[in-house]
């Protein structure tokens, strides 16, 4: 089990919960790309009990970076409905720890970490949702396949059919200024409009995961479909 909250701690995160759920509704309302916004919680190194004030709160979409963590936190959480992705990088020998507790892996970068997915439902008989995650700030320390090889491994993916790709995901550049940031997100909004209409995504993976707490509404202006949102709800992490 892990740390209780404190009556004060839970209403401070209810409090910035429900003010960033404003922010991301204006956003999406300004926004000339999107109408509706998920948020998913970026809950990494906070313990069970804030996550779960959240949930009980209305929010039921959280996303956890490391297998590890996902696996210690998910019989705490068993009991209150929610959905849990997968949002950091996921190692191939990590595979079978994560399909059964997270529905969604949003962290699909390469075909041989697909197959072994695909392989690994099989033998399960299940499905799994994914994103593919794009380097779309060219730094060679971030995970996601370069954009120009996008649309190759779209066309390897789209045969594996337990993998139900939901659209693409992006880091961006986080703590960089405007100008850095929105082209990042405009690319990935313009690699799934190039990808739709070229039929290497699938008509139904029209989905942006996109923008963290500093730079979610400029990511929504670009068309965000799903934000990802961390430290404004829980503080800086430890
Ligand atoms: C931590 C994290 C976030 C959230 O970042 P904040 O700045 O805390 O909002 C979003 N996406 C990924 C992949 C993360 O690792």
Redesign the pocket.
């Given at each position: 089990m892990s740390e209780p909250v404190s009556a004060h701690e839970a209403e401070q995160i209810r409090s910035k919960l429900d003010d960033v759920a404003e922010r991301v509704r204006a956003a999406s309302e300004a926004s000339k790309h999107v109408d509706r916004v998920q948020i998913l919680l970026?809950t990494?190194t906070q313990p069970a009990s804030k996550i779960r004030v959240a949930l009980e709160h209305g929010f039921t979409l959280i996303?956890e970076?490391r297998v590890q963590e996902l696996n210690e936190k998910f019989d705490d959480l068993a009991d209150i409905p929610h959905e849990t992705h997968l949002?950091?990088p996921l190692q191939r020998n990590k595979v079978n720890h994560t399909l059964g507790q997270a529905s969604c892996i949003q962290s699909i970068d390469s075909m041989k970490l697909a197959t072994k997915i695909h392989n690994r439902l099989e033998l399960l008989d299940q499905t799994v949702e994914a994103f593919v995650q794009v380097n779309t700030s060219r730094e060679d320390t971030k995970s996601g396949v370069a954009p120009e090889q996008l649309g190759e491994l779209l066309t390897e993916i789209a045969p594996l059919e337990r993998i139900r790709l939901r659209g693409l995901m992006t880091?961006g550049l986080?703590g960089s200024t405007e100008a850095e940031v929105r082209p990042s997100y405009a690319d990935l909004r313009n690699l799934r409009d190039t990808h739709l209409d070229s039929g290497l995504l699938p008509e139904h993976a029209t989905e942006l995961s996109m923008g963290?707490?500093?730079d979610f509404e400029l990511a929504i202006a670009e068309g965000a479909t799903m934000v990802?949102?961390?430290?404004?709800v829980f503080g800086a992490?430890a």
């Open positions: 970026a990494k996303g970076n949002i950091g880091i986080p963290m707490s500093n990802r949102i961390g430290s404004s992490r």
